[in-house]
């Protein structure tokens, strides 16, 4: 469940994110009701199976639902429920069609296990939104400059020219350092919850080149996942 939004007097709109029916919306009616056959089942952030049957209009209309998971533990936390929420709107905002990508359920539900189950930090968000470009087929190019193909001297990032770009190629681009280089690199190929550490400074350039890549290439702008306190240590000397 990506979204759950009260509608009318009694119903709740839903945002489903789905394995083989991409992102769908549904309607709940009389799901806000005491004592309706939803009960709190349709809750943001949970895993569940709903049985979904077309209707006359755009919306399909849940006529039952059953709890896989509910990922409580992520409740208890203010950093996870912050994270959980901004995995969930990234996922929206990148797979807002019916297209199937059952890799993109499996990677929501991986991430809102582990929100559930450790300290949100802001590399686990930058790994997953990595990984959400793999999906989405944007990844940015990392191994050799993306522009003339030198793999030595990267030292720049150009959303425009596909991902890192060597000095002699780094006009459009801003400079992207060793240790932010190295994370994107090791975010892609490393699991959910190993995403590597690195400093606030590498973060920063890094959710910089994600950021540009899902806006050049996906026309989608990802909200901000560093807090402003953290960008501000960033961007001091
Ligand atoms: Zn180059």
Redesign the pocket.
């Known amino acids: 469940m990506l979204r759950s939004i009260r509608y009318g007097e009694a119903d709740r709109i839903l945002h489903l994110y789905t394995p083989h029916h991409g992102r769908i919306s549904a309607i709940a009616k009389g799901a806000r009701r005491a004592g309706s056959r939803f009960g709190a089942r349709l809750e943001p952030f949970f895993h569940i199976r709903v049985v979904l049957h077309e209707g006359r209009g755009e919306l399909l209309t849940v006529s039952g639902a059953d709890t896989v998971s509910t990922h409580g533990e992520l409740r208890s936390r203010a950093a996870s429920l912050e994270a959980a929420a901004r995995a969930c709107d990234a996922v929206a905002r990148l797979f807002e069609s019916s297209e199937p990508h059952p890799e993109v359920f499996t990677l929501l539900s991986n991430e809102l296990a582990l929100l559930s189950s450790v300290q949100a930090v802001a590399a686990n968000g930058l790994a997953f939104r990595m990984k959400l470009l793999l999906a989405a087929g944007i990844v940015p190019q990392l191994g050799v400059?993306a522009?003339?193909g030198?793999n030595d001297h990267l030292s720049g990032f150009s959303a425009a020219a596909g991902g890192v770009?060597?000095n002699?190629?780094e006009a459009a681009a801003f400079p992207i350092e060793h240790e932010a280089y190295d994370f994107l690199v090791r975010a892609l190929g490393a699991p959910l919850a190993d995403a590597p550490a690195a400093s606030d400074r590498a973060l920063r350039q890094a959710e910089r080149a994600i950021g540009e890549t899902a806006e050049h290439h996906a026309h989608v702008r990802l909200r901000p996942l560093l807090t402003a306190a953290s960008r501000q240590i960033a961007t001091t000397p």
Do not use: P, T, Y
Request: net charge negative.
């Open positions: 400059c522009a003339c030198e770009v060597c002699s190629c």
